[in-house]
């Protein structure tokens, strides 16, 4: 598979479609079953309270995870991506209950490489609870 997007059309600045993602406990034991992070601040209250924590908290990687799939789906193949890194600035809190929390991601060329590879730069901003969750949340995606 290749990506669905040219690089050829692609301007610096030009923004993926933002999406939500949302998380409840349910989500986070599933999501512990799948990685093996048993971390009881992921799924337990009264130890991630015990600890410092305002409530249980998701999954760094799984926060990672759903702020990729912005690229992910406006480039058409996962492949695409050859380069990804964040720095985790806050926590994402999961409160009990059916509403959980929500990730909202966004996203913008911020560069087209040259590197003869048909890359650019994504810059990603993911917030939750009105704060920024990731930090310095970028991606190099090769284009078509």
């Known amino acids: ?33 799948a990685s093996g992070d048993f971390n009881p601040i992921h799924w337990n209250e009264r ?3 015990e600890v410092g924590l305002p409530d249980v908290i998701a999954h760094g990687m799984f926060t990672m995870a759903s702020a990729i799939r912005v690229v ?16 985790f600035t806050k926590p994402v809190v999961v ?6 929390a929500l990730i909202e991601v ?9 590197d003869g590879e048909r890359t650019v730069r994504v810059d990603l901003t993911a917030v939750s ?7 310095m949340s970028r991606a190099v995606v090769r284009l078509a």
């Open 72 to 87: 992910t789906d406006w480039a058409g193949d996962p492949g695409a991506v050859v380069d990804y890194g964040v720095r």
């Open 106 to 114: 966004s996203a913008k060329v911020a560069a087209k490489l040259d």
């Open 95 to 100: 409160p009990d209950g059916d509403e959980g």
């Open 1 to 33: 598979m290749t990506a669905k997007i040219s690089y050829d059309e692609v301007e610096v600045g030009t923004e993926l479609p933002a999406r939500s993602f949302p998380v409840n406990r349910d989500t986070l034991v599933r999501y512990a079953g």
């Open 47 to 49: 130890f991630a309270k």
């Open 129 to 135: 609870a009105g704060q920024k969750v990731l930090g």
